[in-house]
């Protein structure tokens, strides 16, 4: 039996009752769940109600036929990862090979042993169990490459642009900023611990560790790696907090992928001398942050698939700066996992609408 919590579901499609009746029995004695079908068609019926993690299918059958079946299955992107063992009778060796190209795993004879059934039976499950697992891993690093490239690029940034106005500066000058350059480079490196960890949790099934952390620090934290490019755009940046108020996140991840996205969308997408405020109503149990720009606003196509990776929504700025498109996307699983929420509103810039901008709110669990 496979190393798995949920037992597998196997779905077995033969026209002969004392077939299904053999291998039925053998699969549950074994500890599997068994579903049946008759025929191809009785079986894609019962495939739209649940879907089995391996089929045992026969190859002759009325009705529609176990080859025609399997291609069908193969066809379809939420069938055609099932495993497909075929069933067929010692003489009838050629018809393996149909199977095989109509997209069958395995094959095995009607009159094989129940060792041998089981055994193919087994591997095909373990291999899917295993390609399913490859196929999470695979999304889980690529989603810490996107925070890594997406949060790294403001504190690097912000550094990047004293350096480079020093060069034209005294000694003082740099000296002056000296706090201030460590401070920033210690969220670059926040950034990078905190990707080790998560890899570390993930691998044991963890996740991120909440604590208790002051709203109004953490606005000025994102605001000290921002600054330039606040100054940059000339935006007046306006934010009375109440300096009592405490919020249940992470802090790295609130910090550079939360508060640092919403006001560099904010930033990219206002004219220079525009303004950006951000205000903040508590409850007794929950603070709501609101940050409105007066910019250009999103038209509905980017507002409707504001969270979905990969949707064609990144725009440039309006000074032409650069995206990578994840921002939203990442700030959206970060909220939901510090059991917050997000609302947006927009109204897309128009001769006829002054009212326009982005209104961004967090709904945070207050502590
Ligand atoms: N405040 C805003 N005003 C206008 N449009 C916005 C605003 N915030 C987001 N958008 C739109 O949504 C898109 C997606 O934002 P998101 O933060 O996910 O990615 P990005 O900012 O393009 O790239 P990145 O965050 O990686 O730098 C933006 O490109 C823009 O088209
Ligand atoms: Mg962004």
Redesign the pocket.
């Known amino acids: 039996m496979l190393k798995k919590d949920r037992v597998p579901y196997i779905l077995v499609v033969d026209d002969s009752t004392s077939v299904r009746l053999i291998i039925g029995d053998m699969l549950k004695k074994a500890g599997y769940e068994v579903g049946f079908a008759v025929d191809g068609i009785s079986a894609l019926e019962s495939l739209q109600t649940r879907k089995p993690d391996l089929i045992i299918l026969d190859i002759m059958m009325p009705r529609m036929d176990g080859v025609e079946l399997c291609q069908r299955l193969k066809s379809k992107e939420e069938t055609s990862h099932i495993p497909v063992i075929f069933l067929t009778s010692q003489n009838k060796q050629e018809t393996v090979i149909k199977g095989f190209e109509s997209g069958a795993v395995d094959y095995v004879f009607k009159q094989c042993s129940h060792v041998e059934l089981l055994a193919r039976v087994n591997t095909h499950l373990e291999l899917k169990r295993t390609k399913e697992q490859l196929i999470k891993e695979n999304a889980e690093q690529k989603e810490l490459l996107h925070v890594l490239c997406?949060d790294l690029v403001n504190p690097l940034g912000a550094i990047n642009n004293l350096l480079t106005l020093s060069r034209k500066k005294s000694n003082e000058w740099l000296a002056d900023r000296r706090e201030k350059l460590l401070q920033i480079t210690q969220h670059g490196l926040n950034v990078i611990e905190l990707i080790r960890k998560l890899r570390y949790l993930e691998e044991k099934e963890g996740g991120l560790i909440l604590t208790k952390v002051n709203l109004k620090q953490a606005i000025d934290e994102s605001y000290l790696i921002l600054r330039q490019q606040f100054n940059q755009k000339e935006i007046e940046f306006d934010y009375t907090i109440d300096e009592s108020l405490n919020v249940q996140v992470e802090k790295t991840t609130f910090i550079n992928s939360v508060l640092n996205?919403i006001l560099?969308?904010?930033i990219?997408?206002s004219h220079p001398k525009s303004r950006i405020i951000i205000s903040s109503h508590a409850t007794d149990d929950s603070v709501v942050l609101t940050v409105r720009?007066y910019?250009?606003?999103?038209p509905s196509i980017?507002l409707d698939n504001?969270f979905i990776i990969g949707k064609g929504?990144?725009?440039t700025g309006t000074a032409g700066e650069r995206?990578?498109?994840?921002?939203?996307?990442l700030m959206k699983n970060f909220m939901t996992a510090y059991g917050g929420s997000i609302e947006i509103w927009?109204q897309e810039a128009s001769e006829s609408n002054k009212n326009h901008g982005?209104k961004v709110k967090l709904i945070l669990k207050r502590m």
Do not use: V, W, Y
């Open positions: 997406h996205n560099t969308n904010a990219k997408f720009d910019g250009i606003g999103m980017i504001l929504r990144s725009r995206g990578t498109g994840f921002g939203m996307p927009s982005t």
